[in-house]
């Protein structure tokens, strides 16, 4: 059963204070301190933007620039079970579709969403890296433990720069 973090519900409105001025030709006014408005720390949200620019990155470091790659954000219901992204691609077009899990629908904490969302992208981008070897469609395993070696290593290499 998925727990639905309802952390991503709230939406922080931005408090527009002293927006009002008031022109006089008197001396000038003195107006009262307005206290700051309470605002809690932003949650890390994802953006369709920031999956495009981590798809075109990535994209680019592994030579798949012939590729056509989509990027969407959806929530749990349109991946496979327990699944926080995937991919699908036709070698003949040269297309492919990377879903990624909507926050509203992830487990982990909010502070991770965003490093692991990538670590997704960069995850997928491998799999389409490896499309045209010869893999076992019954025995994904080995390469699922393979991509997701590779995925880790080369992100730990780009953050430690
Ligand atoms: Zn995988």
Redesign the pocket.
């Known amino acids: 059963m998925r727990v639905i973090a309802s952390l991503f519900c709230t939406f922080l409105l931005a408090a527009v204070g002293g927006a009002e001025s008031v022109k006089t030709d008197a001396a000038r006014l003195t107006v009262p301190p307005i206290a700051p408005p309470v605002v809690s720390k932003p949650l890390p949200q994802l953006s369709q933007q920031m999956i495009d620019s981590w798809i075109s990155v990535w994209q680019k470091r592994l030579a798949l620039d012939d590729w056509k790659i989509e990027a969407k954000i959806v929530r749990a219901h349109d991946l496979p079970e327990n699944a926080v992204a995937n991919i699908h691609w036709s070698i003949p077009t040269r297309k492919a579709t990377v879903k990624v899990l909507a926050p509203i629908d992830s487990t982990l904490k909010a502070s991770e969403i965003v490093e692991d969302t990538e670590l997704s992208v960069v ?2 981008l491998i ?1 389409l890296s490896l499309a045209k070897l010869p893999l076992d469609p019954n025995h994904t395993d080995q ?2 433990e393979t ?2 070696r590779i995925s880790s290593a080369l992100l730990a290499l780009d953050k430690h720069r």
């Open positions: 995850h997928e799999h390469e699922e991509v997701k």
